[in-house]
Structures are given as C-alpha cells and as structure tokens.
C-alpha cells in the first residue's frame, strides 16, 4: 500500500510547506517562550552558584537579599564567623540601579563585595579578563554584558570606577548583568543622599535640644557623624568548613543571632517558587494560548484541505477505501504539518534565541515535550477533518 | 444465453422508496433487468425516471427498499443486504466509471489504478504491473507516469476505465461515461467498454442520455417511471 497522506503532501507540498513555516514560527515562538522561562531558573541557579555561598544569613523574617529587602549591621559577619562549623563569612551588598558610562547608561544590579581574591564569598568565581577588585575604593568588575571594558571609567551615583576586570554569566535574578564594587563604596552609594538633604538633615539635629545639649560639648558631632555612616549590608555570605552540613550549621547561627538562615535549596526555592513565579505564570499563560492558536491554525487548514478533497474522498470511499485509511491519511496529513512545523520551530528558536536581550536557554527535554505537544494538538486538530470526511457519502461519487 | 445470465447479474422486483409518509417517493417500482457477462447494455429513460438511483443500488452505496440482486451465484440483496462487507463487495466486485473521471489528482496514473488492488491487499508491484497491463491494453501505457491534471480528457476517461477493470469486477456501472466527450471519442470509449467486456467476461451497465452512442448497444433497458422495460438496440458499429 502507498502513502496517500505523502503523496498528497508532496503534491501539494506548496501549501503544507508555507502553512507549516507559517506554524513553525508560531512553535518556534513557543519554545523561545519556554527558554525564556528556563534561562530565568538557570539565571536565578547562576546567581546563587557565582554567590559562592552554601548560606545566606539575612535579617529576620525576611526571604532577603534577592527576593525582599534585608538588611544586617555590617559587624555581625564577625561573630558569625565564630560559630561552629563557619569556614569563611563575607558582608555583602545589592541594589539594581543605572550605571552611566560616557554617554550612555546601563541597567545593572550593584554588588558590594569585600575586596580579596576568588573564592571568597561574594566575589565573582572567574574572569574572563582583567583582574579582581584588591583596592576598598574606586574598582569595578563588570560582567561582559553590561557592554563595559576593561580600563573604562563608569559612574555610580556620585563615584567613578575604574573596570579592571570582566566576568560572564553574572547576572540577578532580573537578568540585569552586575558590576561588583568594594563593599564601602557599596554601602556608600545605597545611602547616599544629595548635599541638600545632608545640610537639612544636620540643620534639624542641631534644632533638636535632645541631640544639642549646651552641657554635653561634643554629642552633636558625635550624633551627626553615626548620621552620615551607612554600617548596613544585605546578607551575609557563609561557606560551611569541608564535612559539616549546611542546615547543621544554620540552625544554631538561626536560634543564637536570631537572624534568618536560608541553605542553598531553599534559597532556590525561594527564586524560583516566589521571584520568578509570576513570570513564570505568564509566560505559561503564554504557552497556552500560543498553543490554543497552534491547534487552531492546524485544524482549519487541516480542515480546508479536506473539504477540498471531498470528490476524491467520496470516490475513494466508493472504490472501498476504509474509514480507517481515509481517517489515517488525514491524521497523517496534520502529523506532517506538525512535524514540518517542529523542524521550522526549532531552527527559528535556535537563531532568535542568541539575540534576546535576556537569557533564552533551549533545553532538549522541552523541545522534546514541544514535540510530543505538537503531535497531540495535531492529532486532536484533525479530529474535525476526519469527521467531516467520514460523513461524505460514497454515492456522492455517483451524482445524479 | 441463458448459462451466460446465471453468471451476471440479475435484478428483480427491484423497488426504492426515498423518504418516508407524504414525502415519500418511489424512484423505482419493480425493476427487472438480466446482464451477461461480456454484455454490455445501455440503460436510457428521461430525467429522473431512476436510472442513477439503480445504479446506486447496484452500486452498494444505497440500500434497496425490495426486490433481489444477484451478482453471478452470489445474492447480494434480498429484502436486504445479503453481504457483510458492502465497501470490499464494491472494490472487487464493481468497477465504477463516471461521467467525469474523477481521479484521485495526488496519484500518478499507474498509482490511480494500481490504488485498487493495493486496497485489496495486492503487493506494490503485483498492482502495478496489473495496472500498467491495463494501461497498455487501453492505450495509455504512455502516459503512466504522468498525473491525471495532466492527461487530455479522453484520456482521463480511458485511466478512469483501466481502474475500474484493474481488479476484475464481474461488473461495471458507467453513469453518463460519455457525456463530456465529443462523438469520436464517446464512441472511442464505448468500443473500448465493449471490447473489455468481451477480453475480461465483465457485464456492463452504460447509463446514458447519448443520443450518438445509444445505437451502439445490442441490448437496451428503457427506464420509465421507475420500471424497465427490455429493447433491442440496433448494435452498430465494433463488429
Ligand atoms: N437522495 C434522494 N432523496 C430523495 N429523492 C431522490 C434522491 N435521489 C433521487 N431522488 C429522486 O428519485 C427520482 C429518480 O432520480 P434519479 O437520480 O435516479 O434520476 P435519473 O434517472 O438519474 O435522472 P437524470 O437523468 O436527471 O440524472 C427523482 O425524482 C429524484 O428526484
Ligand atoms: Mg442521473
């Protein structure tokens, strides 16, 4: 037996090839949609992973630093050190903001690190070029994305930096690539406040006689002074010493400094189920009705091609064709569309992807899931085709 | 003779009733009709005396409302279909052939006949060398290749009558075969269809309303208000 579905196909392989690129970037729209969804996880995982932290310790009853505002006195990192377990702890600092180089500005999410080679918590694990930040002032590292390079000069708030070195893959959990700078300028430039509000500022406290006392010479300089220091951070990075486990060593850091301590799985939990799941719920929100609209398109082509088939269906029913055949010819007919589809899809995804501004991660088990979705919705698609044509009458053949 | 006609068909006290209560209407009051196999008859009477609606029923495709079809010893009808399988009784035993050719445009000439007994469950090749020996027996072996859009109209009707004998049906029903084609070539494709019933001992029904071919058969049923009524023709031509 031939192939009626192929050779109908390659008849009018015309028409299945247009409708099936006109699918395939419909599918290819869809698959960039799951990748964006992906490379959002994979940026949320890159983000902890180049933390270099197995804990984050945060102010209490916070989901800090990603997910809600937290914020630690910059000496607690000290005591922390000293808890059981504890190899290294580091403050840390972040805050997503415009960054102007030349002309042009840039948005990227502030690390404040404490200045030192790799591996301290904090700092980003490799460069691609350039060095480390080792000064407590004035450097920056910049990842590749920001479009910075070495040597420039960028400024945040009121502070220019110099770029001495670039890393790659560092971004927040917003996609934003991230500039790191030393921890002081960092806790500077979250604070800073404009000349105007520091003088109305010191205007009022000198106005206050409880901070203003004629007999106590030396308290207004000292209350002004605490005034204009920022001793905040956002989170403490921990690394936990070889051999111990990361919730054993949490648990007495959460009871004993009654500060908040997440462990690496439910930091992700914590990206990935609450910062990024309304983006998530969007983007599935889009696969749904890209899906809906893939069905549509498949089933009323599917549908028009059969009805133009009604003649040759008739005659072919007459000729004691079985239902089963004629039903099997369109089915394979949609399956090919989809499959034309797919190819198309999956080329055009893998093109676009480079270029979106955020990253788009195409993973093989989706575009495999993609691949079985098209062929249901395919298969369900032609459902209204193979019933109309199971109808045709085979006497119609006949005529009058 | 009438060793032949055990062999053919036979048809009696066929009736159809389309419809039901005051709609109702009788298409066909008692037809009875004998054809042999090699024979091939005309069926002639005006518009809507019946003439399609017997070949349907003859066709399998609608069901009679009395009477009895024989198809050589096999009963096919009697008060009712007397075969499981109506769709396998019309790919092996019926071939049809119709006013328009009405191939299948996606199949190559030699698929659109070998189609049939690859439904049948015939090999590939086996079909296609049938099909191709057909072909060649009715002139357009040339032409196999090529897709019916583009064959010439008297060749269409001539693949149209290849399928229709590729799987030897004891019967062929034709429905205005020649209606679109001019006399040359209507009288062209009636010699083949006599020809052929001779070759494959096949019997056939010609329906026709054309005037130019109507002398050509020996036998003719005259349909008039739903009953046939048996002439001779004047069987010219093709001796
Ligand atoms: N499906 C149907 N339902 C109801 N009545 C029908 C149906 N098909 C045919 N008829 C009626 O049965 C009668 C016979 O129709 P039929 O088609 O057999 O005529 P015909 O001899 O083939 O005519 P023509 O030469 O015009 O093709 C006509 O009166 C027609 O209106
Ligand atoms: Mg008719």
Redesign the interface.
Known sequence: ??S?AG??I???WGKFVFTGVGLGLLIGVTLTMAGVYRGMVDDAKVLLDNSGADLWVVQQDTLGPYAEPSSLYDDVYRTIRGMPGVDRAANITYLTMQVRQGQRDVRAMIVGVVPGGPGEPGQPGYLIAGRQITRSHYEAVADVATGFKLGERIQIRRNHYAVVGLTRRMVSSGGDPMVFIPLKDAQEAQFLKDNDAIAQQRRRTAGNPAFNRPGTPGLLDAVLASQSINPYINAVLVQVKPGFIPEEVAEPIRRWKRLQVYTRVQMEEILIGKLIATAAKQIGMFLVILAIVSAAIVAFIIYTLTLGKI??IA????????NR?IAGMIMQQALGLGLIGFVVGKIAATFWAPIFPKYVLLELGDALLGFAGVFVICALASVLAIRAALKV???E???? | MADMLEKGIRIEGLRKRYGKGDTALDALKGVDMQVAPGETVGLIGPSGSGKSTLLKCLGAVIEPTAGRMTLGEEVIYDDGWKIPDLRALRRDKIGFVFQAPYLIPFLDVTDNVALLPMLAGHPNAESRKRALELLEALDVAHRAKAMPSQLSGGEQQRVSIARALVNRPPVILADEPTAPLDSERALAVIRILNQMARQYETAIIVVTHDEKIIPTFKRIYHIRDGKTQEEAGEGRAFE
């Open positions: 037996m031939i009626l050779r109908d390659m008849h009018s003649r040759e005659v072919l029913k007459l000729i004691g064709t079985r055949t009458d085979p006497a053949a006949i005529g009058g």
